[in-house]
Every structure is written in C-alpha cells, then in structure tokens.
C-alpha cells in the first residue's frame, strides 16, 4: 500500500523552528521528486519547497527562501523540512506530495495527509 506520511508539526512561537518529515511506504522516494506544500484556512494551498532528482536541484518559495531546507534521507525513505525563524503567517497544514514538478500543486501523484503547523505566541 502507498502512503506517504508527514510528522513533526505541532504549535511553536514566532522565531522557533520545526523540522518535518515525510515517510513514504510501498513508494521509493529517490526514485521521485518531491514537493512540499501548505494550505492556510481560507487559502489555496501552495508549493513551499520542492527537490528534483538527478541534479539535486532544490526550489523554495520567495515566502520562505533562506529559512526553509528541504533535505532527503534515502537510506530512510524520508525527505525533511528544516523550518526555521518561523512566523505566524507559516500557520498552516504541511503536505509532502511526490512525482510532480516544481512547487505548482497540479501534476503530483502521491499526497500525505498533512500535519499541522501553529506559529503563535
């Protein structure tokens, strides 16, 4: 059975990090890109940040650049957003999505549920 599977949300003041994971089963990640995206209440949900393939290209949204990473472990099937200096405008439910391209939501295949995020004091 394919999941994916997001972790590591939770409620945090302005200026603290969080780091998320996405655990893939029954998918092998390094074998696809990945993008995560987040949906505020009221809000479309948009690409945060997004790791290709073979060129290890990486692309982040203006919104977060220089304190969002997006990283992999392939050994444990998880890819990792570093989120830090967070503000309260990060408030929202973090999705991992695999085998599209970029941080636009159309053309990825794989989603997870989400996990939620909170940036308040």
């Known amino acids: 059975q394919l999941r994916l599977v997001e972790s590591g949300g939770g409620l945090v003041q302005p200026g603290g990090s969080l780091k998320l994971s996405c655990t893939a089963s029954?998918?092998?990640?390094?074998?696809?890109?990945i993008g995560w995206f987040r949906q505020a209440p009221g809000k479309e949900r948009e690409g945060v940040s997004y790791?290709?393939?073979?060129?290890?290209?990486?692309i982040y949204a203006d919104s977060v650049k220089g304190r969002f990473t997006i990283s992999r472990d392939n050994a444990k099937n998880t890819v990792y957003l570093q989120m830090n200096s967070l503000k309260p405008e990060d408030t929202a439910i973090y999705y991992c999505?695999?085998?599209?391209?970029?941080?636009?939501?159309?053309?990825?295949?794989?989603w997870g549920q989400g996990t939620q995020v909170t940036v308040s004091s």
């Open positions: 029954g998918i092998t990640l390094d074998l696809h890109s």
């Open positions: 999505a695999a085998g599209g391209y970029g941080l636009t939501k159309h053309g990825y295949t794989y």
């Open positions: 790791s290709g393939l073979s060129d290890g290209s990486t």
